[in-house]
């Protein structure tokens, strides 16, 4: 013991990193807010407390884990994303969860991508899912701009989840799904895009 | 990077107190998913319990301290967890221990309490402790007792719906 030792990933807007105890706040004030709702929440301090506790765990238990999503330009926090499977979990998860007023501006679609991809190809991973709730439809249009297709054949989590089945590694590879995220990350990362309508994850 | 998790060692007559390993899981599974849980929240499901077990590593990197995992000397099987305790919403520090039901009746949680109580007296320097049990855990309540706690009425405790009683261990100077 002595160390849990977490890679840093780097993309055009973010670094991700392990969570530190001082991201708790910005963690609390989401997990507190009704856009919890769809991974377990709202919960009282204690259980939000916990949980990020055990966010730390699980990286010592599993190997990876979750990784706070810092902004490169002011290094404030936007959310979370990674891999997650805690007991009960069927299969390895890609997951994640955007501040409630951070949503809109690609975070989670730059940050899951890289994750992904760091799975993929530095830890062997053949393939992920992501349960969703149904009723979750920006993270079910996350979901397939990642190249994610619901597969009504694999175990759920609950029966109250849907699975989404991410695309293999060597079906990601020089396809058409990567590009599109590559081509999207883009525009985001332009100052003069500035998306009107449906805002998205 | 690296998240610091230095977790002691704690050794009494007949026990090794240690930091949380995966392999202690199952165990704290069939406690936290049975009705002995019941005093302390529970029963859970496995998903709640696994959270709180993944819990304890997030606890020694946040706060430097937490739960120490009870083992028999000369077997590392998991017998139960011990230690201080802060999560979020709670009053104070807790001193707080959980047995096993393998473990009961041979005073391991008197002789593990015992051990975390001086840990964190004289290695973290705290100057008093409490300890939250459910006023129907009359086993917990005996071994409170027996470490020399009184309870205090009245004092303030994070579970609203649950009838807890708060339990002031001594002083440092007198244990």
């Known amino acids: 013991m002595g160390h849990l030792d977490i890679p840093v990933l780097e993309t055009r807007r973010l670094v991700l990193r392990g969570p530190e105890p001082g991201d708790y706040p910005d963690f609390k004030a989401t997990f507190a807010s009704y856009r919890s709702r769809f991974m377990g929440g709202p ?25 706070m999503i810092h902004l490169k330009d002011s290094a404030e926090t936007v959310g979370m994303a990674g891999g997650w499977q805690p007991a009960v979990w069927p ?8 501040w409630p007023d951070k949503a809109g501006r690609g975070y989670a679609l730059e940050a899951t991508d890289a994750a992904r991809r ?3 190809t530095q830890r062997g991973w053949d ?12 993270s079910i249009r996350l979901a397939e701009r990642l190249g994610a297709v619901k597969d009504t054949e694999a175990r759920t989590i609950d029966g109250n989840d849907a699975v989404y089945r991410h695309p293999a590694p060597e079906a990601l590879k020089n396809s058409q799904i990567a590009d599109g995220i590559a081509l999207e990350i883009g525009h985001y990362c332009d100052p003069l895009f500035k998306p009107k309508g449906w805002a998205i994850d | 990077m690296q998240i610091t998790l ?20 199952e165990a704290d599974a069939e406690f936290r998913t049975s009705d002995r849980a019941q005093f302390v929240g529970g029963p859970f499901t496995r998903m709640v319990a696994w959270r709180n077990f993944a819990s304890r590593w997030g606890h020694w990197a946040i706060h430097g301290y937490g739960m120490f995992t009870v083992t028999e000397r000369g077997s590392d099987a998991a017998l139960g967890v011990v230690g201080p305790l802060y999560p979020d919403g709670w009053t104070e520090p807790e001193l707080g221990w959980v047995l096993y039901e393998q473990a009961e009746g041979r005073g391991i949680a008197f002789e593990a309490a015992q051990a975390v109580r001086r840990y964190a007296y004289d290695v973290l320097g705290w100057t008093t402790a409490i300890s939250y049990i459910d006023a129907a855990n009359q086993r917990s309540r005996a071994l409170a007792e027996r470490l020399g706690c009184h ?22 100077e007198v244990c």
């Open chain 1, 127 to 138: 393939g992920a899912v992501s349960y969703i709730d149904p009723k979750n439809l920006d």
């Open chain 1, 91 to 98: 299969e390895r998860e890609i997951a994640w969860i955007i």
């Open chain 1, 43 to 67: 919960l009282n301090p204690y259980e939000t407390w916990m949980l990020y506790a055990a966010e730390i765990g699980h990286w010592e238990i599993r190997g990876f884990g979750m990784w």
């Open chain 2, 151 to 172: 309870a205090e009425p009245g004092a303030a405790h994070p579970f609203e719906d649950a009838d807890i009683i708060v339990y002031r261990h001594p002083k440092p």
């Open chain 2, 6 to 25: 230095t977790i002691p060692e704690l050794e009494t007559e007949r026990l090794i107190l240690r930091g949380p390993k995966a392999a202690d899981w």
């Open chain 1, 118 to 120: 760091f799975f993929y």
